[in-house]
């Protein structure tokens, strides 16, 4: 009985060893998935980085795939003109309304609002770029453009930008709220004290000392809609030129690569090309987030 | 005094009407897809598969998108959980108190969480080729289970911090082996919160388009096979939406329409499971 007893122990503690190590194994999977994205990534566009200089590829405007000719300049401007018209946008709206929600607002309205922002975050991107084509586009056709004397498409770095920003809003305002709740009772409470009025203590105490968190949630709100893909292909237009004004059209990197996903592989380093724009895409948005993250966990510790 | 209490004022009523907007733009939205697409949904678009091809042809439904969608993201829903699961029970009970492998996966998920879908796409269908598949439902779930996992590991992650740590104790002090307390007192304890992260992983699964347009291809039939293509939701409406043909144009605004009532459907189902399962968790 008492052999029976301990076998049985004896069991469970190597089905608990066995499981460890097995969870381990997943764990460690996992946190090499990342890695593992760009080694392959870049181990399909060596092709063509073997035949042509990174300057080339970066900085040529010349984009004609049959020819050979492979110069992702338009698409890198493209996307960055987007995703600064999606910023500039957002931002404003987006930090007062978490000012507002961490600050101003009554518990109550605050759970109320929040989980409609939620909502918006979990509206797919292909959702947000219908609307685009139906409300956006043809706002910016019809009154937008006219307005200002030109005409556009409506299809331009404008619309893709607000969509974008929209998109956006719930990434930076949900950091935002975490990073405001961090910033210590007792010193808006000795702001307040002080005879500070509520904005004075928002912009001299909160927003200072929640510097670092601001500047990380809207670098991962950038990053985001740098990458994001259906919403600003639906919208931007896709002309493979150098944008010069907001309303014209853009052709941002995301969508050069989901729009020539069924030519990819008849025409030579055309698929190197595109994975080579995908890794791209990927070292860019990893950057800022690995940046960003960083900034948040020493907020989280309260290093800063 | 007086240009202080003027300051006070002016930024209240900014932050007032930002924060007005934002939810207008979320009402706004909801409203365009219900306006545009309510007068052209009918019993025979989530019924029937569409006839004469989905690009040209007027008559039929979506039913091979809805019903492609559902079986992609409950694919991925299914292995992004085996493995997000199993990932977190280690980090919260198996692995030390700071220790370094935690901090570092819980950081590579965060990342992770950044990368576009569009990568997730590419780099899928490049491993997809490398391994001789073609565009099917199985390199479609398998794409999805990826881009997912960061999401609901880490929605998980935060449910599962909450137990608290004397329950722990309590189910070590019983004897119970680390195994034993993870995949039963501490699944328990956080069930809704799992519940929730599979919800939230399951509506971004069947949302997104980027990642399945190499991966999963597109077809008029209803899937039968994980090695065939599969037609999805958000690719319907992207391909209906660029069709010639108004009457096409107008079923790609009610495809839409399905998939917005999809995604508020779960994300009202994951807060109501939420509230109702959190009565039973000792804190």
Redesign the interface.
Known sequence: MQMDGKRMMHKRAIIDRIAGGLMWCLTVMCGLIVVLMALGLYAKSRPILAEKSVGELLFSSTWRPLRGDFGFFPFIIGSLWITGVAVVLAVPLSLLTAVYLSQYAHRKAKEFIKPLIDLLAGIPSIVYGVWGIVVIVPLIKDYLAPSVGRSSSGYSVLAAGIVLAIMVFPIIIHICLEVFDSVPHELKEASLSLGATRWQTVKHVVLRRALPGTIAAVVLGLSRAFGETMAVLMVAGNVAKVPSSVLDPAYPLPALIANNYGEMLSVPLYDSALLLSSLILLLVVLFFNIVSRVVLIRVERSIL | MDI??V??RF??C??????V???L??C??VG??AV?GLPAMNLAMITQTPKGGFYLGKEGGILNAIIGSLYLASGAVVIAAL??L??V???NV??KKRSR?AA??R??????W??????????G???MLLMGLRASLLGGIITVA?LI?PIM?RAIDESVRMVPEHILEASYALGA????TAFTVVVRQSLPGILTAIL?AF??G?????SV??TTGFTDSIPYSLFRPAATL?LA??FQ?GAPIAEVKER??AS?FV??VI??V??IAS?LISRKLTKHVVR
Do not use: H, N, Q, W
């Not at chain 2, 950044?114 to 780099?123: D, E, K, L, Q, T």
């Not at chain 2, 069947?206 to 980027?210: N, Q, R, S, V």
């Open positions: 202080r209490k300051e006070e930024f209240e900014l932050m007032v009407a930002s924060t907007v934002i939810l733009t979320l706004l939205i365009t897809i545009r493995l997000s199993p990932v029970l280690y980090l198996y692995a492998l570092l996966t950081f590579s998920l965060d990342v992770l950044g990368v576009p879908s569009i990568v997730y796409g590419a780099f269908f490049t491993v990826l996992l590991a082996t680390r195994f034993e939230i509506g971004r069947i949302g997104d388009a980027a347009i190499f958000p409406i992207f939406l790609g605004y839409a998939l917005t995604i508020l779960i994300s807060r």
